[in-house]
């Protein structure tokens, strides 16, 4: 999305069609994954790949998924997304409570994505001039973005020990 950002700065993309794709992509996404948990919860399977269906089904009803609020968090925490999707399915959220937290995060992180990249894109001459500038750049927003993952789950695990 960063990329497609800075492409449509150089005039390579329009900035609006990138935006409504990356939206629709997302949306997909959404519905892929959560459509998987819930295929999932009618074979009755205890394991799907390197996840314990059971224990995370279990971990997610104790965190109340059903709220919507992680749908709407877990947009922006790579890892996490995947997991409350599926989970959000296997624990029966229906489709229009998935897209009522969905939608609205994702037009948000498409938004922020592609607008990050096309912002990004006027500095991008700048930094040709200094590579070593712009590595420790995407360096430290890598960082950055691990980071505030790692908060997310931490913050997430302890609710979750709260109400044990």
Request: some cysteine; glycine content about 6%.
């Amino acid at each position: 999305m960063l990329l497609a950002g800075v492409l449509s700065h150089k005039g390579y993309l329009d900035i609006f069609d990138v935006i409504m794709i990356a939206f629709v992509g997302a949306i997909l996404h959404d519905l892929l994954y959560w459509s998987i948990g819930k295929k999932l919860s009618k074979t009755n399977k205890k394991k799907f790949l390197f996840v314990n269906l059971e224990k995370l089904g279990n971990f997610l009803c104790r965190l109340r998924v059903s709220n919507g609020l992680y749908i709407f968090i877990s947009k922006f925490a790579w890892n996490l997304n995947r997991i409350v999707l599926m989970a959000s399915g296997y624990l029966k959220v229906s489709a229009k409570e998935l897209l009522r937290y969905s939608v609205p995060a994702s037009l948000i992180w498409s938004v922020s994505l592609v607008s990050m990249g096309y912002i990004f894109a006027f500095e991008t001459d700048i930094l040709k001039k200094d590579l070593k500038t712009a590595g420790l750049f995407m360096a430290g927003f890598i960082i950055a973005i691990i980071i505030l993952e790692n908060l997310l789950r931490k913050m997430i695990e302890k609710r979750a020990n709260k109400q044990l």
